[in-house]
């Protein structure tokens, strides 16, 4: 009976041992993360996945890193940012002052890095008559007055295309005249397909980089060109969203990316902003369609004699 007691005892204390040698080896785990190593989760604005997501896949490929990407409205990631559920984000803008005091309160100085520009898109049906559109008249109808559009579609309420257009047009979130809010990008492409007239409201991102179910769209829509009543008002020349129209700054509607990183330590967001901002980095935002902030050098090797190898 006293041997049967020992061993008891004997086991309990292998199985604590074990126990805690597990937990001390998944602490050490969760504390490894470095700014190459590691597991972070990113909220990301769902008009920037597709640029994210060729980002994520390369830097992951490269390093022993897992990058979680949560897609979600901008304003629903600011909320969750401010919120303490995520402390990376990518986003068309950065945070307001009264939105950076929830972190300066907590003595943690963001990082902000600026990778890449995108921009706002007007689509229409290539039924439609017109795929000239004078942004005067964007402006006019979001600001509630005459306007020759017929109607303007958005992807989301909360999208960060609205909020663009509306501080364009110094206005207020709201429901307005002729003003549609929709699920998903698909759900514009696919509405204006079948009503001519309307203009849908996209970022470029998902024009340039469509996914498999938008697709499908591609043949019946038409990118509209925008006369920059911003920078050359008294012009009656009209520009698509282009890279050489948005270096040039020629195209209108043109909106930065940027990588909000509030970790307050050197961890995956650091490194993962370095890369973004690197030559690697710059050179998967040209490839995509997008602008990098600074054009990826180009080496060329000189031959003095040509080799024929026949």
Known sequence: MKSSFYKIVLFIAIISAVVYACKEKNNDAEQEETVI????????????????????????????????????????????????????????????????????QKKIKGKITHF????????????????????????NILQEKESKIKG?????????????????????????????????????????????????????????????????????????????????????DYYKPSQHNLGEGLYPLKRPIYLLNYQGTNGLGMGFASFVAGDIGQRIVLKSGLLPVRIPSRELNVRTEIINNK
């Open 116 to 139: 890449a520009s995108d921009a706002i898109v007007f689509v229409t049906s290539k039924g439609s008559k017109d795929t000239l559109v004078d942004l005067q008249e964007v402006i």
């Open 152 to 236: 303007l579609v958005f992807e989301n309420p909360n999208s960060s295309t609205v909020s663009y257009l509306n501080t364009l047009a110094g206005v207020k979130n709201g429901q307005k005249k002729n003003i549609y809010s929709l699920n998903s990008h698909k759900e514009v492409l696919e509405y204006v397909t079948k009503n001519p007239g309307t203009i849908g409201v996209i970022g470029l991102n998902l024009l340039v980089q469509p996914y498999a179910d938008t697709e499908q769209y591609s043949d019946n829509i038409a990118v509209m060109s925008v006369r920059n009543v911003k920078s050359q008002p008294n012009s009656e």
């Open 37 to 104: 190593k590691g597991t972070a989760t990113i909220y990301v604005d769902q008009t920037l996945m597709p640029i994210t997501e060729d980002q994520v896949s390369v830097f992951q490929s490269q390093y022993d890193a897992k990058l979680n990407l949560v897609g979600k409205s901008e304003s629903e990631v600011v909320n969750d940012l401010l919120g303490g559920k995520t402390s990376i984000a990518i986003l068309s803008r950065k945070l307001t002052p009264s939105e950076e005091s929830y972190f300066k």
